[in-house]
């Protein structure tokens, strides 16, 4: 970060904490470098106990359903926009279920467990095609779209 978030001046002043160097404004705010983005990702079941995963347009990987948090959005709600979004389907029932983090792309995903309850898959944009695997075949799906999906399908087998 170059410019102090809360007063907009140049952020000059170095400040030791703990044997790390962060940068402070004179203002008083320091930047931990530490922000990250949040995405809520959804391992939404239907009555069979299949999970739901959406093949991206673009990359032509597989993964959960799942988005970026809007501010002002619960993490639920984010969850349930992002899946009806990508997929058509609607969620409820949501339970937190594991929070990943990847450093790298400065990212926390936030997975919840949910029931598909209504819809029905509608292509879009994002997504080109959806399949439904009963978990134990989830280890036949490839190619995934990044090492949190892997890491996910992992925990899922
Ligand atoms: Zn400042």
Redesign the pocket.
């Known amino acids: 970060m170059k410019y102090?978030p809360?007063?907009?001046?140049k952020?000059e002043q170095d400040v030791e904490i703990e044997n790390k160097i962060y940068h402070q404004?004179?203002?008083?705010?320091i930047d931990w470098d530490n922000w990250v983005n949040i995405s809520a990702v959804v391992i939404a079941r239907n009555d069979k106990g299949e999970i739901l995963m959406v093949k991206m347009r673009k990359s032509q990987t597989y993964t959960f359903p799942g988005g970026f948090r809007d501010l002002g959005e619960t993490l639920e709600d984010a969850a349930k926009r992002e899946c009806f979004e990508e997929t058509g389907f609607i969620i409820d029932d949501l339970k937190l279920l594991r929070v990943d983090t990847l450093d790298s792309i400065r990212l926390v995903w936030v997975v919840f467990e949910a029931q598909i309850i209504s819809g029905s898959f509608v292509e879009n944009m994002e997504v080109d095609d959806i399949v439904f695997l009963h978990p134990s075949a989830l280890t036949t799906i490839s190619p995934l779209r990044g090492s949190l999906t892997k890491r996910l399908k992992e925990y899922l087998t």
């Open positions: 102090c809360n007063c907009g001046k952020l404004c004179s203002c008083g705010y």
